[in-house]
Nanobody, 124 residues
Framework: QVQLVESGGGLVQAGGSLRLSCAAS????????MAWFRQPPGKEREFVAA???????????DYRDSVKDRFTISRDNAKNTVTLQMNGLKPEDTAVYYC??????????????WGQGTQVTVSS
C-alpha cells in the first residue's frame, strides 16, 4: 500500500521559513516525479513545485512563478523522501500543502498518489 506522509507545517510570521518533508512508502519512486501542491483557503489546489530525475544523473525542478527564488524542492531517492524548503514566506503562501507522486506536470490529474496534507499559516 502506497503512503505519503507530510510533516513540518505550522504557523510562522511573514518573512520566516519552514521546511516541509514527505516520506513515501509502499514502493520505490525514483523514476517518478515528486511534487508539492497547495490549497489556499476557499481556492482550488494549485501546483507549487516538482522534481524529477533527469539525464546525466541530475535532477530537474519546476516551480510556480510566485515561489521561484524563495522555495527549493529536493529529494532523496535512497530514503524515498521529498523536501520543500520555504524561505521568505508571505501571507499568501497560507494553505494546506500536499505531497504528490506521478508524472512531471503541473496538473493535479497527472499525480496518482497524494499525502493527507499539512497546514502552513503565515501571519502578517
Amino acid at each position: 500500500q502506497v503512503q505519503l506522509v507530510e510533516s513540518g507545517g505550522g504557523l510562522v510570521q511573514a518573512g520566516g521559513s519552514l521546511r516541509l518533508s514527505c516520506a513515501a512508502s509502499g514502493r520505490t519512486f525514483s523514476s517518478y516525479t515528486m511534487a508539492w501542491f497547495r490549497q489556499p483557503p476557499g481556492k482550488e489546489r494549485e501546483f507549487v513545485a516538482a522534481i524529477r530525475w533527469s539525464a546525466g544523473s541530475a535532477y530537474y525542478a519546476d516551480y510556480r512563478d510566485s515561489v521561484k527564488d524563495r522555495f527549493t524542492i529536493s529529494r532523496d531517492n535512497a530514503k524515498n523522501t521529498v523536501t520543500l524548503q520555504m524561505n521568505g514566506l508571505k501571507p499568501e503562501d497560507t494553505a494546506v500543502y500536499y505531497c504528490a507522486v506521478g508524472l512531471f506536470s503541473r496538473r493535479t490529474s497527472d499525480y496518482d498518489y497524494w499525502g493527507q496534507g499539512t497546514q502552513v499559516t503565515v501571519s502578517s
